[in-house]
């Protein structure tokens, strides 16, 4: 069974092979490497499509729990509602992946080093891996992913001209959404969705789109750098020695500093998952449940990331850092800090990278960004790094004192912008399309899952304020 399943999935990776126009010295790289972590999620598929029978047979009616009209009324917060696999997040502890915490995963998950590469931080490509397949990749298995990237990376020409049509003044979001969408062009589930698929199989080419755009999300992300804010080198050609993320570093015109290269693998491993109900990713599994394919549904989610309350965030923290500095001080004392942060929040306004919907602890991904602040020297001496340490010591407990958040505690936004700013990325408006190049790999494995474990069309109950009056006065 496992063997004809592994068949199938060969002759269909290698006519998709066939279709895309690939140098012919990559093809091979590229067949060879697919065909590992085709082969990685086959292996799991019959034993998660078992849990889920099994979960069917003997809980299908258990309670998770009540629905109450503050559930309804207050954006559907902790309802138990959506099937996530990649990673799980606790209030306290934060966020897991398949188990491992950020730590763990700093540990165990393949290094630049490993690969070859300057640089000590873990790389995207193996969180990918464990967050697709639940399992640590070896530095053979990494690499071979890495190079599979590297070989489906350079967009179509069709691609190109659309990015190159988008005004500047258009938000990289929006150009960066736009960009993706149009690559559902090529997409393998939509062709063979239209051509008839058994559903058995849906989750094959679902898993090829999926490769096949993150892949192509730094060439589409660097395009618009370039063309927006004249940065980077504007050809981006992908060298299938360099790893993904630093392939997507060079393009942007950071191939020369580790540190910077270093700091984009790390933000974009962490920032990958962040369990289901967040906007972006639920965004992407809604339009998913429609068996939109993976760049429709990945458009969509980059459309949610782009609000202020969600990955945006991170831009609104840089310029209220800076705009504290330039009404109080370039080195704010604590007692000023306080000061202004009690301005801030008398005149109504939030305080950014501050606050959380589930965690109530200082977030483990913004400890991760300080670890790497505090251990790399040339960001020793950048003022807005130590405010953002500065901020983290006053924050809580103004936050505290103030009463209204239930979590006085810092966000992953709190620190991530400060640190692409200190590299020399002074482009604000940039920064959540380096996030949206990251959520992919949390949001596509999902999409695989949804596939491979036969997940229907989401279609929650609504209600009017008329029909709830109705509901609750019988
Ligand atoms: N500063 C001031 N007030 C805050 C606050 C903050 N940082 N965080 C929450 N509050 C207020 C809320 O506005 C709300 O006030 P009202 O009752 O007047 O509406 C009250 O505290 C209760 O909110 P909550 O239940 O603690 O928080 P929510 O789940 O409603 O919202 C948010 C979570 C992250 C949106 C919120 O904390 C916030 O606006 N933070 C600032 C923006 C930010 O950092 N966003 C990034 C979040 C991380 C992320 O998704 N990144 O992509």
């Known amino acids: 069974m496992m063997s004809i399943q592994r068949n199938a ?8 092979a066939q279709a895309q126009q ?11 490497s697919t065909k590992s972590l085709v082969d990685a999620v086959a292996e799991v598929v019959p ?8 979960l069917k047979a003997k809980h299908a009616d258990s309670s998770l729990g009540e629905v109450k009209v503050s559930n ?53 490509e193996a969180m990918l891996w464990l967050l697709l397949t639940g399992k640590v990749p070896s530095v053979e298995e990494t690499k071979g992913l890495s190079q599979e990237l590297a070989a489906k990376g350079t967009l179509p020409a069709y691609a190109e001209k659309v990015i190159d049509s988008f005004p500047k003044s258009m938000h990289p979001m929006t150009q960066f959404s736009a960009a993706v969408a149009a690559l559902n062009h090529d997409s393998a589930f939509a062709a063979g969705y239209k051509k008839g698929m058994k559903k058995t199989e849906y989750w094959q080419p679902t898993l090829e789109d999926s490769i ?62 962040h369990e289901g109900g967040n906007v972006s990713a639920h965004a992407t599994h809604l339009v998913g449940s429609a068996l939109s394919d993976p760049f429709l549904s990945y458009s969509a989610g980059l459309l949610g990331l782009a609000g202020p309350l969600h990955g945006l965030a991170n831009q609104e923290v840089l310029g209220f850092m800076q705009d504290m500095q330039k009404s109080v001080s370039e080195n704010p004392s604590k007692e000023q800090i306080t000061d202004y942060l009690w301005s801030v929040l008398k005149s109504g ?37 130590q405010l953002v340490q500065k901020v983290f010591e006053v924050a809580p407990g ?45 949001a596509l ?4 899952w949804d596939r491979a474990l036969g997940m229907p069309i989401e279609r929650p109950k609504s209600m009017s304020i008329q029909a709830l009056n109705a509901f609750l006065s019988k």
């Open 445 to 448: 494995p999902q999409l695989v």
């Open 22 to 32: 690939q140098p012919a010295a990559l093809a091979g790289v590229r067949y060879a």
């Open 212 to 273: 096949s755009l993150i892949a192509k999300l730094p060439a589409v992300a660097a395009r618009i750098y370039y063309n927006v804010f004249g940065r980077g080198d504007g050809k981006q050609a992908i060298d299938s020695s360099k790893d993904w993320i630093g392939n997507y570093s060079q393009m942007i015109g950071y191939g020369n500093s580790v540190g910077m290269t270093d700091y984009l693998r790390l933000y974009i491993a962490i920032h990958g998952d």
């Open 349 to 385: 306004r939030v305080v950014p990278g501050y606050g959380h919907a589930v965690l109530r602890q200082p977030d483990p991904r913004f400890t991760a960004l300080q670890r790497f602040a505090s251990q790399r020297p040339e960001l020793q001496s950048a003022s807005i790094v």
């Open 9 to 16: 999935l060969r002759t269909a990776v290698r006519a998709a």
């Open 398 to 442: 103004v936050l505290t004192e103030h009463g209204k958040t239930k979590n006085p505690f810092p966000n992953v936004d709190a620190a991530s912008g400060c640190v692409l700013y200190s590299y020399g990325m002074s482009e604000f408006s940039y920064y959540t399309v380096v996030f949206g190049v990251s959520r992919a790999l949390g």
């Open 47 to 54: 034993e998660k499509q078992e849990q889920l029978k099994q």
């Open 72 to 124: 309804l009324l207050g954006g559907m917060r902790g309802l138990k509602i959506m099937l996530w696999e990649g990673s799980v997040l606790d209030a306290d502890t934060g966020i897991t992946f398949h188990g491992k915490s950020i730590p763990d995963c700093e540990k165990e998950l393949p290094t630049a080093k490993d690969l070859g590469q300057e640089g000590k931080e873990m790389l995207p």
